[in-house]
């Protein structure tokens, strides 16, 4: 079962000490956030992680 009313599904990646790097990035202290998703469906969690991590990259690495 993928989904679970009980839990929630949390996916954070984050770049430790970048966030001057990464201006147009979110930010929590000197961490660039690049994929901040929680959801209690794990298949959509990953799914609308996968689609952000590749909209940060278009936007801030140039592409993926």
């Known amino acids: 079962m993928a989904s679970c009313k009980e839990c929630d599904w949390i996916i ?3 770049k430790k000490g ?3 790097d990464f ?3 979110l930010s929590h202290g000197e961490d660039a956030i690049i994929v901040s ?3 209690s469906d794990m298949e959509l969690c990953f ?4 689609i952000a991590l590749k909209e ?4 801030n690495d140039g592409g993926y």
Do not use: D, R, V
């Not at 799914?47 to 996968?50: C, I, L, S």
């Not at 940060?56 to 936007?59: A, I, K």
């Open 12 to 14: 954070y990646i984050y």
């Open 18 to 20: 970048c966030a001057k």
């Open 23 to 25: 201006p147009k990035s």
């Open 37 to 39: 998703e929680n959801c």
């Open 47 to 50: 799914a609308k992680a996968h």
């Open 56 to 59: 940060w990259l278009l936007e």
